[in-house]
């Protein structure tokens, strides 16, 4: 072999020695951004968890002042004065939590239940507006607290995909004190994934009625796609990789990947009457996944409410007459149906 063939050889080697450890360097760090973005998504025992955020923590107190009104502020007070702890667990052995609210000094309607689930980083007492109406509609209200949430046990969000199961747990301990009980399941944001993947399991008891959902998310992996471009606005060269490694990590930790949680398939499963409301200004959930989740159901009847003007989960604070009307007007549908 010649001396510039063996220097030939010798540069290609190296080029490939290099190239792997460039790879290889390029790897681990979208692992440990990957990581990151776990750990402040889903771990709430991590230091990197977004509520140990103080600009996470300032936004959500922004959030709740702009629905704070006489009816919330009302509907709190009555939430803290009646509320009834219960307890079940969860399929893999969680303690879960929920608040029970009963119709008394309303007008009681037998047999009539809804649940109604909070979204990420909340707790029962945000959706108190909404159970106040529900119970004046004669309802039973269970404010179930998700999975690593307010009392509920667990060190991994759910984002609505393992929430699912915990949801089918709270409808089968109704189905189970009431088997003529007619459910009624409502979300907000991620509660309104979880509702929306519970409705599309194949084992959702015929008690249930009626879904509504309000600023849920087309599925996992889209809102996490969304949330690195347009909010932490990542180019697309890191942002999939990182979210990839992301899923992988999920999968590992918290026993889901990010690609499992896709409302809109389940939606397509989904028979009962169902109403999707979501903002026009929300900049949390792109208003344009309501029309990929509507145009999946297939099922006896849909409504859809878009709010001019209000944001994430507002549209109850921001026209209350219509969102109501709306909501009254699917549970009769699904009632009518039964």
């Not at 119709?103 to 047999?111: L, T, V």
């Not at 109501?324 to 009632?335: A, D, F, P």
Request: aromatic share 6%; net charge neutral.
């Amino acid at each position: 072999m010649s001396a510039t063939e063996k220097t030939h050889r010798s540069a290609i080697k190296h080029i490939g020695i290099g190239a792997a450890v460039t790879s290889a360097a390029i790897g681990a760090g979208m692992f440990a951004l990957g990581d990151a973005a776990f750990r402040t998504a889903c771990d709430v025992r991590s230091p990197l968890f977004i509520k140990s955020n103080k600009r996470a923590i300032e936004e959500i107190g922004e959030q709740l002042k702009q629905q704070d009104n006489d009816e919330q502020r009302d509907a709190v007070q009555w939430f803290q004065a009646t509320r009834q702890s219960l307890t079940t667990y969860s399929e893999d052995g969680l303690r879960l939590h929920a608040w029970v609210l009963d119709p008394d000094r309303f007008d009681p309607k037998p047999h009539l239940y809804a649940i109604c689930c909070h979204g990420f980083c909340g707790e029962p007492q945000e959706m108190a507006r909404y159970a106040l109406r529900y119970a004046r509609m004669g309802c039973t209200v269970l404010l179930p607290a998700l999975r690593a949430h307010e009392r509920s046990q667990g060190r991994y969000v759910g984002m609505g995909y393992l929430d699912r199961r915990d949801v089918m747990r709270w409808i089968n301990l109704v189905v189970r004190g009431d088997p003529d009980a007619q459910i009624i399941l409502h979300g907000n944001s991620m509660g309104a994934a979880a509702v929306m993947l519970a409705a599309g399991e194949p084992d959702l008891p015929a008690q249930v009625k009626a879904v509504i959902e309000d600023s849920g998310f087309s599925g996992i992996s889209n809102e996490m796609r969304y949330v690195t471009k347009s909010m932490l606005r990542l180019p697309r060269i890191v942002g999939l990789p990182m979210l990839g490694a992301m899923s992988v990590i999920c999968r590992m930790h918290a026993g889901f990947g990010l690609t499992d949680g896709d409302c809109v398939r389940a939606t397509s499963r989904i028979h009962v009457p169902m109403l999707c409301v979501h903002g026009t200004a929300d900049q949390l959930v792109p208003h344009e996944f309501m029309d990929r989740i509507v145009s999946a159901y297939h099922g006896r009847h849909c409504l859809t409410l878009s709010v001019t003007g209000a944001g994430h989960t507002l549209s109850s604070a921001k026209d209350p007459d219509t969102y109501w009307r709306m909501v009254q007007s699917i549970v009769e549908e699904g009632l009518r149906i039964a």
